[in-house]
C-alpha cells in the first residue's frame, strides 16, 4: 500500500462516480483495545457488499497524514470514513483505502468496488 496521495486518490474515486458500486466500510479501535488500557473504550463498525451509487467522492484532510473521505449518495446520503492514511488498487481491480494507527493496526476502512466483494 502507498500513503495516500490526496490527487490520486480524488482522481481514482472520480472513476467510480455515478454507478452502482459495492462498498466496504471498518472502523475498529481493536477488539481487545481496553485490555491493554483499561481508559480506551471499544468501537467498531463493519459493513460489507453494501450496493450504492455515489454522485460525489472527496478527499479531504492531510494534516499529520490522515485523510478523510466522504461519498455524497443519490439519495443525498453521505457515507464518510476518517483517518484513512493509505491505499492500493490490488489485481481485482478493489479500490482499498486503510488507516493505520501509530503502532500500524489497522484502524479504519473504506474499500470500493464494481463487483461483490470475496465473501
Known sequence: MEKIDRDKVQEVLNQYQNQPVY???????????N?????????????????IEFVQGAVRG???????????L????????LGLTHYV??????FIMHGFDHDG???SAL???ANEFFK
Request: glycine share 12%.
Open 89 to 94: 488498487i490490488n489485481e481485482d481491480n478493489e
Open 23 to 33: 462498498v466496504h466500510v471498518e472502523i475498529t479501535s481493536g477488539m481487545y483495545a
Open 74 to 81: 443519490l439519495n443525498g446520503g453521505w457515507i464518510y470514513v
Open 111 to 113: 474499500e470500493i468496488s
Open 62 to 72: 492531510g494534516k499529520d497524514g490522515e485523510y478523510r473521505v466522504g461519498l455524497k
Open 105 to 107: 493496526k489497522m484502524a
Open 35 to 51: 485490555h491493554l488500557n483499561n481508559e480506551v473504550f471499544n468501537v467498531g463498525t463493519f459493513m460489507r457488499n453494501v450496493q
